[in-house]
């Protein structure tokens, strides 16, 4: 991609509503535009960049057995009531009535209609167990939204859903859930920590939530030094006795938020107990028959029983991890993407607009990179360099390539690596394995 023929609307002034490192970046780079309160477009910078963290959050729910579906945004506030939860849910789900004086809801989440499709078609013991998944854009009408995409009131999530026969059962869905989290904050380069949490609105009395270490985060929480060195990518577990044995592990090392961390009774030393500020990433429930007994989600069992179906859900933010990733990884410059969701792996630069040896020499490494399967965005608009290079930094590529005529003179390109700083003077061939092409 050539930026000349790219929609950036970069800014070079910090808008004043934006109050963390993550909104100001993100409007910086053009990736985002503020259409109303809470309520963003997707400019090509950040879309792409959305798209590569959804790809990572899917493959993972895939690799766990877990089936992709997709649901319908508007809901029937009827299977609400069947729930119970319509009154109860509060000012946040924004209520509709159609020009039949039908009430619908747009949807904050998917439980009741999950629920309602599984008791359509799943009738017997056979059909389990049952994981179904979606990713999908959702509302919650905030009070208050702030912070940009960290807490809009239009958001992309990843929802899943599991039904069992029993609690055993429902037990081994929610440790694949448990496993398939760690490895999708783990590929996107973030240390997400489990931490037992309360369900809210969701019910249920087994719940974790992810949450990731950075500075602006929104509480305090504090976990076991140990658990920032481990490595979950390493982990395999595969028998129902093999994830539970990870679980435990994983939760064995001490880990609290602040609500609930008790000073008096950590039984980590003070020297090994890490304190910082944390941002929720993820959350997964499991809540028996909260939502199975009153809509009548039963199946019939091997002796001719009914039982009522045990269920869990699952529930990952899309659109806030770019926030997040952004809290976690930038620096006064700008963004600094991890390799996995960069929007481009190499940016490149030419010095001397129009100096036709630069320009043919960025082309020739263009055209080399791509060839290899990487994502190149090449600044071959008309501007002076510092200009080039600021918002090179700005967006947060992993790698910049540097092309002058001075450089060719002597045979050389340069390669900047964004998350070091670090620049060498190398060989086209070498400035391209540098790159990892």
């Known amino acids: 991609?050539?930026?000349?023929?790219?929609?950036?609307?970069?800014?070079?002034?910090?808008?004043?509503?934006?109050?963390?490192?993550?909104?100001?970046?993100?409007?910086?780079?053009?990736?985002?535009?503020?259409?109303?309160?809470g309520i963003y477009a997707w400019l090509p910078l950040g879309l792409r960049v959305l798209n590569k963290v959804e790809a990572i959050v899917r493959e993972e729910q895939n690799r766990a057995g877990v089936v992709e579906l997709l649901m319908p945004t508007i809901q029937s506030a009827d299977l609400w009531r069947e729930s119970g939860r319509y009154d109860d849910y509060g000012k946040e789900m924004l209520r509709i009535t159609d020009r039949h004086?039908?009430?619908?809801?747009?949807?904050?989440?998917?439980?009741?209609?999950?629920?309602?499709?599984v008791r359509s078609f799943v009738k017997s013991y056979k059909q389990m167990p049952l994981n179904l998944?979606?990713?999908?854009?959702?509302?919650?009408?905030?009070?208050?939204?702030?912070?940009?995409?960290?807490?809009?009131?239009?958001?992309?999530?990843?929802?899943?859903?599991?039904?069992?026969?029993?609690?055993?059962?429902?037990?081994?869905?929610?440790?694949?859930?448990?496993?398939?989290?760690?490895?999708?904050?783990?590929?996107?380069?973030?240390?997400?920590?489990?931490?037992k949490a309360d369900t809210g609105p969701i019910g249920g009395d087994l719940s974790h939530e992810f949450i990731i270490l950075a500075e602006t985060g929104e509480s305090q929480v504090f976990c076991d030094k140990d658990w920032l060195e481990l490595d979950v990518l390493d982990k395999a577990p595969k028998s129902p006795e093999?994830?539970?044995?990870?679980?435990?592990?994983?939760t064995g090392f001490y880990a609290a938020t602040e609500e609930k961390h008790d000073e008096a009774a950590c039984p980590v030393p003070a020297d090994r107990l890490h304190s910082a500020r944390g941002i929720e990433v993820g959350h997964i429930f499991y809540f028996g028959e909260k939502y199975s007994a009153p809509m009548n989600a039963t199946v019939t069992q091997a002796d001719g029983s009914v039982a009522t179906l045990h269920m869990g859900?699952?529930?990952?933010?899309?659109?806030?991890?770019?926030?997040?990733?952004?809290?976690?990884?930038?620096?006064?410059?700008?963004?600094?993407?991890?390799?996995?969701?960069?929007?481009?792996?190499?940016?490149?630069?030419?010095?001397?607009?129009?100096?036709?040896?630069?320009?043919?020499?960025?082309m020739e490494v263009y055209d080399a990179l791509t060839a290899k399967g990487f994502d190149v965005l090449y600044d071959d608009r008309d501007e002076r360099a510092g200009v080039k290079f600021a918002d090179m930094d700005l967006i947060g590529l992993p790698w910049q390539i540097i092309i002058g005529p001075r450089g060719l003179e002597k045979g050389v390109i340069e390669v900047k690596n964004r998350r070091t700083g670090?620049?060498?003077?190398?060989?086209?061939?070498?400035?391209?394995?540098?790159?990892?092409?």
């Open 1 to 37: 991609m050539r930026l000349s023929q790219f929609f950036l609307p970069t800014l070079k002034e910090t808008p004043a509503e934006a109050q963390i490192a993550s909104h100001r970046l993100m409007l910086r780079a053009g990736m985002i535009r503020q259409q109303s309160a």
């Open 101 to 117: 004086e039908r009430e619908l809801l747009f949807g904050p989440t998917n439980e009741e209609m999950i629920t309602d499709i």
């Open 133 to 195: 998944y979606h990713i999908q854009w959702k509302f919650r009408d905030e009070v208050r939204p702030r912070f940009g995409v960290m807490r809009g009131r239009e958001f992309l999530m990843k929802d899943a859903y599991s039904f069992d026969l029993d609690e055993a059962s429902a037990r081994v869905s929610y440790n694949k859930q448990f496993l398939a989290y760690l490895r999708t904050y783990a590929r996107l380069g973030l240390k997400a920590i489990p931490m």
């Open 242 to 250: 093999e994830l539970q044995s990870f679980v435990d592990w994983a």
């Open 313 to 362: 859900s699952y529930g990952v933010g899309v659109s806030r991890l770019l926030g997040a990733i952004i809290e976690a990884s930038h620096d006064d410059a700008g963004i600094i993407w991890p390799d996995a969701v960069a929007p481009y792996h190499v940016g490149i630069i030419t010095m001397k607009a129009g100096d036709a040896a630069s320009d043919a020499k960025a």
């Open 422 to 437: 670090q620049r060498d003077e190398l060989s086209v061939a070498d400035a391209l394995a540098r790159v990892g092409a």
